[in-house]
């Protein structure tokens, strides 16, 4: 199963319990129309952008990791794309969590094996 990481960045002028709204229907989003399993939802807030973006020096940014099989991102970028709030948005496929929790399955099917052979 692969795991990707998508940051997705709002405009800073919308209140805030719109950019709650706005953050959830993307987690919805991710999983109604592309089935992914959401792993974790990390608001970061209003932060100070490092360059303006479409004028704004602050934005409110958002970081989602999430999983699934034979994901088309690409929806998810039309997604952003044809909605005015976000800023900036960019989905990457995190290869080191999945080795990771290769290697951690790997190591538990391990001992499992070495529990069957002690006894």
């Keep these: ?37 959401v792993d ?7 932060r100070k952008t490092a360059y303006p ?3 704004y020096n602050e934005a409110d940014y958002t970081i989602v990791y ?3 099989e034979g994901l088309d991102i690409t929806v998810l970028e039309s997604y ?14 995190r290869i080191d969590l999945e080795k990771k929790e290769k290697k951690q399955s790997r190591k538990e099917e391990g001992s499992e ?3 069957k052979v002690e006894e």
């Design 1 to 37: 199963m692969r795991i990707y990481e998508t940051m997705f960045i709002i405009k800073p002028d919308i209140a805030e319990e719109e950019r709650e709204k706005i953050a959830q229907g993307v987690v919805d989003y991710l999983k109604e129309k592309l089935g992914a399993h």
């Design 40 to 46: 974790n939802v990390d608001r970061w807030g209003i």
């Design 53 to 55: 973006l479409k004028k």
């Design 66 to 68: 999430f999983r699934g």
């Design 80 to 93: 952003f794309r044809v909605r005015p709030e976000f800023l900036r948005w960019q989905t990457f496929r």
């Design 113 to 115: 094996n070495s529990e």
